[in-house]
């Protein structure tokens, strides 16, 4: 009698923390950011990575509207719009992202705003990964990494 009880326990206490899990509360892992190798980006770096002009405008990038290319990501696709004001990129909103489940959903609303602010701040598409959101990040560089080559002065 003793260990059908216990047994009935365990079983309860489980699918109670397997539904905790599903229903977001297990998101620990998705606050940690790391940093891509530079060996898995050379490519990347010569099309993103954005030099100062040699003039003496401190402009980055010509003013507009930029749109990226869609970039896949394995659970769906990012495609991404940068705008710059002033020479410099001052906003970038998402026109595609995973979001088809319920896991892709949250993993690109937690990764989006982390990337936008990235960018922002770098002027430029290198930013780091999003531990949780890989292919996600991966593919944000991509996109956004075309419309600044597209926006250079």
Request: proline share 3%; hydrophobic share 40%; charged share 10%.
């Amino acid at each position: 009698m003793k260990k059908t009880i216990f047994s009935i326990f365990f079983v309860l206490i489980f699918a109670m923390y397997a539904l905790y899990q599903y229903f977001g509360g297990g998101s620990a892992t998705t606050s940690a950011v790391k940093t891509i190798p530079p060996s898995s980006v050379v490519i990347l770096n010569k099309t993103t990575t954005m030099q100062t002009p040699t003039q003496t405008s401190s402009a980055i990038y010509k003013d507009g509207t930029y749109t990226g290319a869609v970039a896949d990501a394995y659970f769906g696709n990012v495609q991404v719009e940068a705008v710059v004001s002033n020479g410099n990129l001052s906003d970038v909103q998402f026109l595609r992202y995973p979001k088809d489940n319920r896991t892709s959903a949250g993993k690109s609303s937690h990764a989006m705003p982390i990337l936008k602010s990235e960018a922002i701040s770098s002027q430029n598409a290198n930013v780091n990964i999003i531990s949780g959101a890989t292919q996600t990040s991966r593919a944000f560089v991509q996109s956004l990494g075309s419309a600044l080559t597209q926006a250079k002065v």
